[in-house]
């Protein structure tokens, strides 16, 4: 156990009951915040308190999470997945990795080397520049552009 680390779970799903009972009673139990359901209002809340953004989730079909984390400046650590394609891009503003086990030893790399969270931070910024409602109607803008120059020709 490391007492400098809090892990906080945000949202809720089926192994609430199973995470919660894993964590009672250990060493790790007063480290360990489950939050449960988080109103989308109160998520920036969240974000500032954290230094990483860890997710294992899978089944993100349009993963806003990873969106919201890099906006708030997060370096992020993921299970690969190819929902998260130009998200998170390795050594950039974090890691994809294969396996949990992987995931925790980026995520405590990343919790011990402050010069390489603070610029994965800062790349994080920058990457959710790319996913900005401006930037995404810029791209819309210019799909329709591209459109109706094709019907006229």
């Not at 010069?115 to 994080?124: I, L, P, V």
Request: aromatic share 8%.
């Amino acid at each position: 156990a490391q007492p400098q680390v809090k892990v906080l779970f945000a949202g809720s799903g089926p192994a609430d009951s199973e995470l919660a009972a894993e964590a009672e009673g250990k060493v790790v139990a007063s480290q360990v915040v489950l939050a449960g359901n988080v109103e989308w209002q109160q998520m920036c809340r969240l974000y500032s308190l954290a230094d990483l953004f860890v997710t294992a989730s899978l089944s993100e079909m349009q993963p806003m999470t990873l969106i919201e984390a890099s906006l708030c400046g997060l370096p992020v650590v993921a299970r690969r997945d190819p929902a998260y394609a130009g998200l998170v891009r390795d050594e950039y503003n974090g890691y994809q990795v294969a396996s949990d086990q992987a995931m925790a030893a980026r995520a405590w790399e990343l919790m011990q080397d402050e010069g390489k969270r603070q610029r994965f931070s800062e790349n994080a910024r920058v990457l959710s520049e790319d996913f900005s409602a401006e930037r995404h109607v810029r791209r819309v803008e210019e799909l329709y552009c591209q459109v109706t120059e094709g019907i006229r020709s």
